[in-house]
């Protein structure tokens, strides 16, 4: 059997998937301005100061906090139908289905909610595992329901779910340093940038 992972924002989109969605929900101007407000903490991030989990917070809880999550959950399946198609490197979507037809599992492993991506996958037959929004009352917090899925968190989330051992052939695909340990899971299969040629995004 064989198995392959993907990281999602920059390997298989051409944006990180957190602004577009705020940028889908909220609209371009509230984008800016949520922008502007959070520049200080952004450019502490930058220079890390602040660790990305709390960055990540920061940024959802400014532009989703106290949203219904019924609401929010709405405009992640519109925009995972209606958005995020135009946002899908096209040979990406061709390795993920070469990998289907040959009987593969497909596995997205992102950074990013589920919320936002986990529609997409579930659309064109992948599983997705990514980090969960904490829900309250019936309400996004803004936080994180754990931990961000990303680097060490990665492995440890697929080996909660896959047992690697039953597998003949593990592949993996991803464009970041908050990739390697997935990356160092598949060996000769793994693929570091492998559908373009340069990148530069936030991995938050």
């Not at 289905?97 to 990013?112: K, Y």
């Amino acid at each position: 059997m064989t198995i392959a992972f993907f990281d999602f924002d920059g390997t298989i989109t051409t944006k990180d998937t957190l602004w577009e969605i705020i940028r889908y929900q909220r609209g371009q101007k509230s984008l800016v301005a949520g922008v502007v407000r959070l520049l200080p903490a952004l450019l502490a991030f930058k220079m890390k100061r602040i660790p990305a989990q709390q960055m990540k917070e920061r940024v959802l809880t400014h532009f989703f906090g106290t949203m219904s999550e019924v609401a929010f959950a709405e405009g992640c399946n519109r925009f995972c139908r209606e958005a995020l198609p135009t946002l899908i490197r096209e040979q990406a979507l061709q390795t993920i289905r070469q990998h289907q037809q040959q009987g593969h599992d497909v596995v997205v492993v992102t950074a990013s909610a589920t919320h936002w991506v986990a529609p997409w996958c579930e659309a064109i037959g992948i599983k997705c595992i990514g980090s969960e929004l904490e829900v309250r009352d019936q309400v996004i917090t803004g936080k994180l329901q754990g931990i961000n899925c990303n680097g060490d968190e990665k492995v440890k989330r697929i080996r909660a779910v896959y047992n690697l051992e039953d597998y003949t052939n593990v592949y993996a695909y991803g464009d970041s340093s908050g990739d390697k340990p997935m990356l160092a899971l598949a060996g000769n299969y793994a693929h570091f940038r492998p559908f373009r040629e340069k990148v530069s995004y936030a991995d938050i």
